[in-house]
């Protein structure tokens, strides 16, 4: 697959791109990475890529015109004009082409999470738009980009670090990008059938009881605490569990320290 990247600091991606999955998977020809200057779109003697919003305000605003001109030039096609019924033209034109995705890195989009990661991955490309200053044309959002998402309920100088993350997400459920594709069944916010079955039984000796449905939507789980030699450290000690060689103990161990992972860091994910 393939990400486009467009952003006013194209130099920021030299370090980020070139180390751990992300560079192995580029090497591997499994995903390719191109990194788009915003200014080579903007055709004033400045190079001017913002400018102050309309009604006033602090801070610049990116314009309209180079993120448009970018994109249609990268995906080679023209987003259509403004429709009526105040309908945003990618609903009823199909933009973007098939099998890709325009996303702009905003603090105002929605949480992007594990099961946006799994849906871009499964595209063959995705263009990633990063905001900047105190935000982006609406317009954009609108018309342009065919989602909007945030990393965290936080404000950034910009989304190229969002964008980072949201390729490295991405590329890590690529088939072929991991040395054993079952390290993703496992994760935090990854639902193995063995946890779904889990989270449906109640589960005294984890001191809280989760009673579901076999149709009810199966919250996702923190990962369940990892250890590692030596088996004790300073006072602290391995658990024994994990030291007698019972797989099905070992097994049965980690999905209660999942869920009390999970109620103890993550109760939303209970809730949900």
């Known amino acids: 697959m393939r990400f486009d990247i467009v952003t006013i600091f194209p130099e920021f991606f030299a370090g980020p791109l070139d180390h751990g999955i992300v560079r192995r998977a580029r090497e591997a020809g499994l995903i390719e990475v191109r990194v788009q200057d915003l200014r080579a779109f903007a055709h004033d003697r400045h190079r001017t890529v913002d400018d102050r919003p309309f009604g006033g305000g602090e801070g610049m605003v990116l314009k309209p015109e180079p993120l448009f001109e970018a994109v249609e030039s990268l995906l080679g096609c023209a987003v259509p004009g403004a429709v009526t019924d105040n309908v945003p033209p990618g609903v009823a034109s199909g933009w ?102 889990a989270m449906h039984r109640n589960t005294a000796s984890a001191h809280m009881e989760i009673v579901g449905s076999p149709d009810a939507a199966t919250p996702f789980l923190l990962d369940c605490p990892h250890y590692t030699r030596p088996a004790e450290f300073r006072g602290w000690s391995v658990p024994e569990v ?31």
């Open 96 to 197: 973007p082409p098939l099998a890709t995705s325009v996303v702009l890195l905003s603090a105002s989009g929605k949480s992007f999470c594990q099961s946006d990661a799994r849906r871009l991955a499964s595209l063959n490309r995705v263009v990633l738009l990063c905001g900047r200053y105190e935000g982006v044309d609406e317009r954009v959002a609108s018309h342009l980009a065919s989602e909007e998402v945030s990393i965290g309920d936080f404000v950034l100088s910009g989304g190229e670090l969002a964008a980072a993350l949201v390729v490295d997400a991405v590329t890590r459920l690529v088939p072929g990008a991991l040395g054993n594709e079952d390290s993703v069944l496992h994760e935090s916010f990854s639902a193995s059938p063995d946890s779904s079955a």
């Open 242 to 272: 994990l030291l007698g060689g019972n797989h099905e103990e070992v097994h049965r161990w980690r999905q209660r320290m999942a869920l009390e992972k999970t109620r103890r860091n993550r109760p939303d994910l209970l809730q949900r």
